[in-house]
């Protein structure tokens, strides 16, 4: 079997959108390297921290769960963001509570 690995950076839309209680984030780096995806609210404040470490080349998905955070984050817009090399790209989200 041969894995095709990405030819360039991807960062999804958020599905469900809106969400609750929980949404799935889906992106691919076409290079190895520190990752990072970070949620913050509409004034830029982070409210969460979903990757932050070394992944191989590949397709990648993160569950984020606001309720199992340590914050209670209230119904409103959100963004996140991806971060690996000097790739950075922002999506907007939407919790619904």
Known sequence: IELLLPTHFVLEQNYPNPFNPSTKINWQSPVAGIQSIR?????????????DEYKPAGKYEIEFNPASSIRNLASGIYFYRLQAGDFVQTKKMILIK
């Open 39 to 51: 949620v913050y609210d509409v004034l830029g404040n982070e409210v969460a921290t979903l990757v």
